[in-house]
């Protein structure tokens, strides 16, 4: 079930989806990829196995990556050239403090074109630029949900797009 939410105040929309098995996370990364622009800071919220990776992964394998997708969880970043995009996916799990961000020199990442993706995000806050769109990935008894947000004019674009490519039609909002 996909529910596409736009408040009657103009505040954030957001997008929740029920996700029954692991293939459907990698769909919503598929419909994710159809939406993305460049430049877009992507932040990935759940807990350790929430789907992070498994999302990432079906943006990638949409955008055309046949290669294996895995967890920069020790290298901090893998970068990617697919399609028409740079696409960069961070891990920031090992980080002890937000200064290991700067220390380890990533602005240029977010200040480029590149699509950012980024797990644990708030290990590096508050060095971290702010997200276009928010994505929390939670268990439920029957799979998992995901609750995305669009924080920027940038950001409501993408989620607008997203909710267009997984109806497979203009959404019809539902009322907050």
């Known amino acids: 079930m996909i529910e596409f939410i736009h408040p009657a105040d103009d505040s954030e929309a957001r997008l929740r989806a029920h996700l029954p098995a692991e293939a459907d996370t990698v769909g ?16 990935l919220q759940g ?5 992070k990776t498994t999302l990432t992964r079906g943006v990638l394998r949409a955008l ?14 893998e970068p990617y050239s697919v399609s028409r995009l740079n696409l960069y996916h961070f891990d920031f799990y090992r980080f002890n403090s937000p200064d ?5 020199g990533l602005d240029e990442y977010f200040a480029g074109d590149g699509v950012c993706l980024v797990e644990w995000p708030q290990k590096a806050v508050p060095h971290l630029p702010s997200p276009d769109l ?23 674009t993408c989620l607008i797009e997203l909710a267009k490519a997984l109806r497979g039609a203009n959404p019809t909002p539902v009322p907050d």
């Open 28 to 43: 919503l990364g598929a419909a994710l990829a159809r939406a993305l622009q460049p430049g877009l800071k992507i932040w």
């Open 47 to 51: 807990n350790l196995g929430s789907g």
């Open 64 to 77: 055309g990556h046949e290669g294996k997708v895995k967890s920069p969880t020790y290298t901090l970043i």
């Open 100 to 104: 290991e961000y700067l220390d380890a």
């Open 134 to 156: 928010e994505i929390f990935l939670q268990p439920e008894a029957d799979g998992r949900r995901a609750d995305i947000i669009g924080h920027t004019d940038a950001g409501q």
